[in-house]
């Protein structure tokens, strides 16, 4: 699922290029359609060649292709797709009527709800949802027809889920594994209200979560699995959650790995939270230090945790105590804005009403629904998980200084997985606890610890990694697919733009290289520390290092020799005496040459 972020960053990239256009130029049909192109799947692919009026179009030789009413290709998931093609329009129509139903297609505006972008193109709503791994990006007409349609999808480095062409630009969504979802309707109104933005509406999303709460106390489930899960899965409540931001909210929440992990859930240890280190400041480093100094792992072979005054063992369960010892990892100063609002202030839930006010925070004039609830459950008095001691949140609020740079302090942070990858800068709780009162519980109880993989292999799975080393799309608060790259010139001096993978626009030279480059890195002779194979077409078909032609010569690089080389090469072993890589050059290519004369 994507991120809010990048839902909300690809709607102000595509609001702001909009206004850019429209102050150079007024021209009431600036956005008008004039054609709309997609990619197609391999099965699409293999389906044009077999139909007799797509056998020859661009789509059939796996190019990107500019749709016509000819287009089946959908999109979304296995159980419900989507046509790219708008359906509410005639299919297999003329050249003509296609021609005159785009016409009709002029962008208005552009909305964000959560996981998805809404077009408005005056006579059609297109909503865009965004899956895995898709973003925006607009071309130039030049670059559009010079690069992109000129490069078929599988040399590109990524494909072209859809794109509108205009008379001036072309919007498009490139994208990895073409996972998307289009949904065109005639009215705005078909696709309801998609989600409640706490920004513009505070009280009705508090209002949706205490429903969901609500809901779930009801339901009388165990409540074993992870809470982010469980956040990631309930997206019309929380619309926008996905790996990387479930593991930022918890970690400004500071709420630990506390629940039943299912079986292979640790992954693995000291790792990194998108990156090896985490920055916090020294009053929630000293609290981290706390957390993890009373968690211990006692025997790791056989996947057992014990943590010490925090949690009592009871039978096969572990349960947390009324007055635990073990702290939530909490620093409100990230919550500085939110703590000081005057309406659906929450900072008497976090600290309890009477520390709060002591603390000098301010109560909302009217109760949120969320107060409401807790206030009906008798739960507003109920014991937190904060730390105890009376200096701890004094001051509330940390001074700016005191939050960034060299005043912050360093902490490992930790790596698990269970349904997906979850980054913490505190250790898990054992595989059986359970949230508070004994109870029975579920099949999933039972969990295998993964043993700890390499150093090298945790190295992998951060997002400097993944950006610098790989061809892989990172888990991040932005999407990135389809980004243009930069090419360097000869010499360092200088360098191209490349538009895609295989850029036709770039000089040959340049092209060539890059795969050669790409290729290297494919055969991971450079990750894994692997020699090259040598180049036969220097040393001969032999590879025995001089060719059995006559007047051929062995090429000597100026470099150390080994004394393997030099005798699988037939020349006489280097005197001893002989120590310098100049001297043993010139030697060898004087026995070389007496060798290989006529």
Not at 41 to 65: C, F, H, I, R
């Given at each position: 699922?994507?991120?809010?972020?990048?839902?909300?960053?690809?709607?102000?990239?595509?609001?702001?290029?909009?206004?850019?256009?429209e102050?150079?130029?007024?021209?009431?049909?600036?956005?008008k359609?004039?054609?709309?192109?997609?990619?197609?799947?391999?099965?699409?692919?293999?389906?044009?060649?077999?139909?007799?009026?797509?056998?020859?179009?661009?789509?059939?030789?796996g190019?990107?292709?500019?749709?016509?009413?000819?287009?089946?290709?959908?999109?979304g998931?296995?159980?419900?797709?989507?046509?790219?093609w708008?359906?509410?329009?005639?299919?297999?129509?003329?050249?003509?009527?296609?021609?005159?139903?785009?016409?009709?297609?002029?962008?208005?505006?552009?909305e964000?709800?959560?996981r998805?972008l809404?077009?408005?193109?005056?006579?059609?709503h297109?909503?865009?949802?965004?899956?895995?791994?898709?973003?925006?990006?607009?071309y130039?007409?030049e670059?559009w027809?010079?690069?992109?349609?000129?490069?078929?999808?599988d040399?590109?480095?990524?494909?072209?889920?859809?794109?509108?062409?205009?008379g001036?630009?072309?919007?498009?969504?490139?994208?990895?594994?073409?996972?998307?979802?289009?949904?065109?309707?005639r009215?705005r109104?078909?696709?309801?209200?998609?989600?409640?933005?706490?920004?513009?509406?505070?009280?009705?999303?508090?209002?949706n979560?205490?429903?969901?709460?609500?809901?779930?106390?009801?339901?009388?489930?165990?409540?074993?699995?992870?809470?982010?899960?469980?956040?990631?899965?309930?997206?019309?409540?929380?619309?926008?959650v996905?790996?990387?931001?479930v593991?930022?909210l918890?970690?400004?929440?500071?709420?630990?790995?506390?629940?039943d992990?299912?079986?292979?859930?640790?992954?693995?240890?000291?790792?990194a939270?998108?990156?090896?280190y985490?920055?916090?400041?020294?009053?929630?480093?000293?609290?981290?230090?706390?957390?993890?100094?009373?968690?211990?792992?006692?025997n790791?072979?056989?996947?057992?945790?014990?943590?010490?005054?925090?949690c009592?063992?009871s039978?096969?369960?572990?349960?947390?105590?009324?007055?635990?010892?073990?702290?939530?990892?909490?620093?409100?100063?990230?919550?500085?804005?939110?703590?000081?609002?005057?309406?659906?202030?929450l900072?008497?839930l976090?600290?309890?009403?009477?520390?709060?006010?002591?603390?000098?925070?301010?109560?909302?004039?009217?109760?949120?629904?969320?107060?409401?609830?807790?206030?009906?459950?008798?739960?507003?008095?109920?014991?937190?998980?904060?730390?105890?001691?009376a200096?701890?949140?004094?001051?509330?609020f940390l001074?700016?200084?005191?939050?960034?740079?060299?005043?912050q302090?360093?902490?490992?942070?930790?790596?698990?997985?269970?349904?997906?990858?979850?980054?913490?800068?505190?250790?898990?709780?054992?595989p059986?606890s359970?949230?508070?009162?004994?109870?029975?519980?579920?099949?999933w109880?039972?969990?295998?610890?993964?043993?700890?993989?390499?150093?090298e292999?945790?190295?992998?799975?951060?997002?400097r990694?993944?950006?610098?080393?790989?061809q892989?799309?990172?888990?991040?608060?932005l999407?990135?697919?389809?980004?243009?790259?930069?090419?360097?010139?000869?010499?360092?001096?200088?360098?191209f733009?490349?538009?895609?993978?295989?850029?036709?626009?770039?000089?040959?030279?340049y092209?060539?290289?890059?795969?050669?480059?790409?290729?290297r890195?494919?055969?991971k002779?450079?990750?894994?520390?692997?020699?090259r194979?040598?180049?036969?077409?220097?040393?001969?078909?032999?590879?025995?290092?001089i060719?059995?032609?006559?007047?051929?010569?062995?090429?000597?690089?100026?470099?150390?020799i080994?004394?393997?080389?030099?005798?699988?090469?037939?020349?006489?072993?280097?005197?001893?005496?002989?120590?310098?890589?100049?001297?043993?050059?010139?030697?060898?290519?004087?026995?070389?040459?007496?060798?290989?004369?006529?």
């Amino acid at each position: 699922m994507p991120e809010g972020l990048e839902t909300e960053a690809h709607h102000q990239y595509i609001k702001n290029i909009k206004k850019l256009f429209e102050a150079t130029k007024e021209d009431p049909e600036l956005w008008k359609v004039l054609g709309l192109w997609a990619d197609g799947a391999k099965s699409d692919v293999q389906a044009a060649k077999e139909k007799a009026e797509l056998k020859n179009s661009s789509l059939a030789q796996g190019y990107v292709w500019k749709m016509n009413s000819h287009c089946t290709m959908a999109r979304g998931n296995n159980n419900a797709q989507a046509p790219l093609w708008p359906p509410v329009w005639e299919s297999k129509a003329s050249a003509e009527t296609d021609e005159a139903n785009l016409s009709t297609l002029i962008l208005k505006d552009v909305e964000s709800s959560g996981r998805s972008l809404i077009f408005d193109f005056s006579g059609l709503h297109l909503m865009f949802q965004f899956l895995t791994h898709t973003s925006v990006q607009f071309y130039s007409l030049e670059n559009w027809y010079k690069s992109i349609v000129k490069v078929p999808c599988d040399e590109r480095k990524f494909k072209i889920g859809l794109a509108m062409e205009f008379g001036h630009t072309v919007l498009a969504f490139p994208t990895i594994d073409l996972v998307f979802q289009p949904t065109w309707v005639r009215s705005r109104v078909e696709l309801g209200t998609l989600h409640v933005d706490i920004l513009k509406d505070r009280r009705t999303f508090l209002q949706n979560v205490t429903n969901w709460i609500a809901d779930r106390y009801k339901q009388r489930t165990n409540r074993d699995r992870l809470a982010c899960e469980i956040m990631r899965e309930t997206g019309e409540v929380w619309t926008g959650v996905g790996v990387y931001t479930v593991c930022e909210l918890f970690y400004i929440a500071a709420k630990r790995i506390c629940r039943d992990l299912v079986k292979g859930a640790l992954k693995s240890d000291d790792t990194a939270l998108f990156k090896k280190y985490s920055n916090m400041p020294k009053r929630m480093a000293s609290l981290v230090d706390q957390h993890n100094a009373s968690t211990l792992i006692t025997n790791p072979s056989h996947s057992q945790l014990n943590i010490l005054d925090a949690c009592t063992h009871s039978g096969a369960d572990w349960i947390r105590r009324e007055e635990p010892k073990l702290v939530d990892t909490f620093e409100p100063t990230y919550l500085i804005e939110p703590l000081r609002l005057l309406q659906e202030n929450l900072g008497h839930l976090i600290f309890g009403k009477e520390r709060w006010l002591h603390l000098g925070g301010s109560m909302s004039l009217q109760d949120d629904p969320l107060t409401l609830y807790f206030r009906k459950r008798g739960l507003l008095d109920g014991p937190t998980f904060l730390c105890a001691r009376a200096d701890a949140y004094s001051p509330l609020f940390l001074e700016k200084s005191e939050t960034e740079g060299l005043a912050q302090s360093k902490r490992l942070t930790y790596l698990y997985k269970a349904k997906k990858q979850i980054w913490s800068i505190t250790k898990c709780f054992p595989p059986s606890s359970t949230h508070g009162l004994p109870m029975k519980l579920s099949r999933w109880s039972s969990v295998e610890i993964t043993p700890r993989v390499s150093m090298e292999e945790k190295k992998k799975m951060t997002f400097r990694y993944v950006v610098e080393k790989t061809q892989k799309v990172a888990i991040g608060p932005l999407e990135y697919c389809g980004h243009a790259d930069i090419v360097k010139k000869q010499g360092g001096k200088g360098q191209f733009i490349a538009v895609c993978r295989a850029d036709p626009s770039l000089p040959d030279f340049y092209t060539a290289r890059e795969k050669r480059s790409r290729e290297r890195r494919e055969k991971k002779y450079e990750k894994e520390g692997k020699p090259r194979p040598l180049a036969t077409s220097r040393l001969g078909n032999s590879g025995s290092g001089i060719d059995s032609g006559a007047g051929s010569c062995l090429i000597v690089k100026k470099r150390r020799i080994s004394a393997d080389k030099v005798v699988a090469s037939g020349v006489e072993p280097i005197p001893e005496g002989l120590r310098k890589r100049s001297q043993q050059h010139r030697l060898m290519s004087q026995e070389v040459g007496k060798d290989t004369q006529p």
